[in-house]
Structures are given as structure tokens and as C-alpha cells.
């Protein structure tokens, strides 16, 4: 007779699993932040004052963040997947690939739209470029201008429209130059056609 293995056993635990009490605070204090930032600013909260209008000790803060560029990144992850499952269902669902590239960057641009303030708090504009979190979209749009066929040297011309979706630009055009949002996004659209179509 074969012996039947118990299903738990066969299950890989975590040595060190998360405590409840942690994933709450780690929550809460995501909550605390961005609400904060939304009232006050990014530049404007503390560390501290993050953790005294959570009613934590600094220490429980700095165990989950070390610092409030990471705290950013956390908030941000949430938009950012969200982004990337949309990108998907409509790279799958839609064939026209034009249009697939315009709505991706308008997408993209309302992204930094809404997280500006986050965005910011990268050190620089190479490093912001750089992000990890945001290579795909590079990416995605040579991707894209590949299916397109467009002529000329396509990681140039990705890296030209992925340059005007960095915050910094977004930040001068909005900001600097007192564009609106659909102004920025009209005019981004419109170098798109003008760079890709013949």
C-alpha cells in the first residue's frame, strides 16, 4: 500500500511569516502618508509627522520605509500595476496599433499627472528616466512603433517619446510653461503623428 502524503506537508512555509499587527501598520501607514502628502505635500510631511498621525513610534515607520523616497515608491506600485494589467487587456484586445500607442501615452502621461508629486522626490531626471518601474514603458512604445513600422532609428524615437513622459518635462510643460493637462497630452499625441506617420 502507498502511503498518502498529507497535503500540508508538501507546502513550503515561511520561517518568518508576516504578523498581522505588521501587515496592518505597514497599511495604515501607507493610508497616513497619503493623505498627508495630498493635504500638505510631499515636501512639506515628515517622517515623523507620518508616524504621529498614525500613532506609531518613528522605529515602526522606519522598519517598514526607510526613508520617504521609498515611502513614494509603495504608494506608487498600486498605479503602476494597474497601469501595466490595462496595458495588457488593451494590447490584447485592440489591433490598431496607432491607436494603441496614443492611448498608451496618454495613459502613461496621466500617470505622472496624478503621481507628480511622488515622481518627484527621485533624485534627478536620470535617475527618474532610469526607474525600473517605468523602463516598460520605453519599452512598450518601441514596441509598438516597431509593429507600426515606423521608419528611421526606432530605439531613438522611443527614447525621444519616452523622454516626454518624464516628470520633470511634464513638471516644465505644466508648471513652467503653464500648459493644461489636455494641452500637454494634445500636443504629445500630435508629435507622435508627426514623428511616425510618413
Not at 1 to 21: E, F, G, K
Not at 40 to 46: E, I, K, L
Not at 78 to 83: I, V, Y
Not at 135 to 155: F, K, S, Y
Amino acid at each position: 500500500m502507498t502511503a498518502t502524503v498529507p497535503l500540508n506537508s508538501l507546502l513550503i512555509s515561511d520561517p518568518h511569516p508576516t504578523r498581522s499587527d505588521a501587515v496592518k501598520n505597514h497599511a495604515l501607514l501607507l493610508e497616513t502618508a497619503a493623505a498627508l502628502f495630498a493635504a500638505q505635500g510631499v515636501d512639506a510631511v515628515s517622517m515623523t509627522a507620518i508616524a504621529e498621525a498614525a500613532g506609531v513610534g518613528k522605529g515602526t515607520l522606519y522598519r517598514h520605509f526607510e526613508n520617504k523616497t521609498e515611502l513614494c515608491q509603495a504608494l506608487l506600485d498600486a498605479d503602476q500595476r494597474s497601469l501595466q494589467e490595462r496595458t495588457l487587456l488593451r494590447l490584447r484586445d485592440t489591433s490598431d496599433v496607432l491607436a494603441n500607442l496614443c492611448w498608451f501615452l496618454g495613459e502613461a502621461l496621466g500617470f505622472v499627472e496624478r503621481n507628480a508629486q511622488f515622481l518627484c522626490v527621485s533624485t534627478g531626471v536620470v535617475e527618474s528616466l532610469q526607474q525600473p518601474a517605468h523602463w516598460w514603458w520605453r519599452q512598450t512604445i518601441r514596441g509598438l512603433l516597431m509593429q507600426l513600422g515606423a521608419a528611421g532609428d526606432l530605439d531613438y524615437l522611443a527614447d525621444t517619446l519616452y523622454v516626454l513622459l518624464d516628470v520633470h518635462t511634464v513638471y516644465f510643460l505644466r508648471q513652467v510653461r503653464g500648459y493644461s493637462f489636455e494641452q500637454v497630452r494634445g500636443g504629445l499625441l500630435d508629435a507622435v503623428e508627426r514623428l511616425v506617420l510618413p
